[in-house]
């Protein structure tokens, strides 16, 4: 079945520093792709999606692009901040012969701890 | 412009137990999903409502079970229940007609733990 796969944390980066977060998917179709993102004690927010291959998602700094060749979607921002703190999950939305199906398949999350 | 709203944000049941989980979603929405995601783990789909109906399941067993009412709001709800289903149940809400291109809207979650 359809599955998301994306690094284990925690990952634990200074301020301003190179953030990747890498992400595989397995699924038939065309999903599209998604990263959320986690701050404690909160539910899910939309950071990014990507809908075809070689859409590049992008929002408050952080980008991932589709690529179909790799079945990737790494999430990569050029200057992480201590506010970056938080989880964040890699996820795809399948599609069956009826189109969309809106619903997630998540990867298990990668902690991201940024210090000053 | 509310948000998807759940409650109650924390509970605690018996094993054996049945436990009701409700949730609103954002305004002018139409579809609510719910998920469980355990301690350190992605939210599982567990299913979607649409029409006061049931449209998609995920791979759980009967004892839980869902309802949708007319303004849209849901219920889940879990019987019988077991350690295992400790957790945190997020309700998402979305419109269908826009369900190619409208991410869906999550909850800040009902923290359930069974002892």
């Known amino acids: 079945g359809d599955s998301v796969t994306q690094m284990e944390g925690p990952v634990t980066l200074s301020e301003e520093a190179f953030l990747t977060i890498n992400c595989t998917y397995t699924a038939t179709g065309y999903p599209s792709l998604f990263w959320y993102v986690q701050y404690p004690g909160e539910g899910l927010q939309l950071l990014l999606k990507?809908?075809?291959?070689?859409d590049k998602g992008s929002n408050k700094g952080f980008e991932a692009t589709y690529r179909k060749e790799t079945t990737s979607f790494h999430l990569e921002k050029g200057s992480v901040q201590v506010s970056d703190s938080a989880v964040y999950f890699c996820?795809?939305?399948?599609?069956?012969?009826?189109?969309?199906?809106?619903?997630?398949?998540f990867g298990t999350g990668t902690l991201l701890a940024v210090q000053p | 412009d509310a948000g998807v709203t759940q409650s109650p944000t924390h509970l605690i049941k018996t094993r054996g137990q049945q436990v009701t989980l409700r949730c609103s979603p954002k305004?002018?929405?139409?579809?609510v999903s719910w998920y469980q995601q355990a301690l350190g783990q992605g939210p599982q789909f567990i299913f979607q409502?649409?029409?006061?109906?049931?449209?998609q399941r995920g791979n759980f067993p009967d004892r839980f079970s869902g309802h949708q009412f007319p303004n849209y709001s849901s219920e889940l709800n879990v019987n019988a229940l077991l350690l295992g289903d400790s957790a945190l149940y997020l309700c998402a809400s979305s419109l269908a007609v826009e369900w190619d291109n409208s991410p869906l809207h999550f909850g800040n979650g009902t923290r359930l733990t069974v002892t």
């Open positions: 409502y649409y029409e006061e109906e049931e449209r």
């Open positions: 990507a809908t075809k291959a070689d």
């Open positions: 996820a795809l939305s399948p599609t069956d012969y009826g189109g969309a199906t809106n619903k997630l398949i």
């Open positions: 305004s002018g929405h139409d579809t």
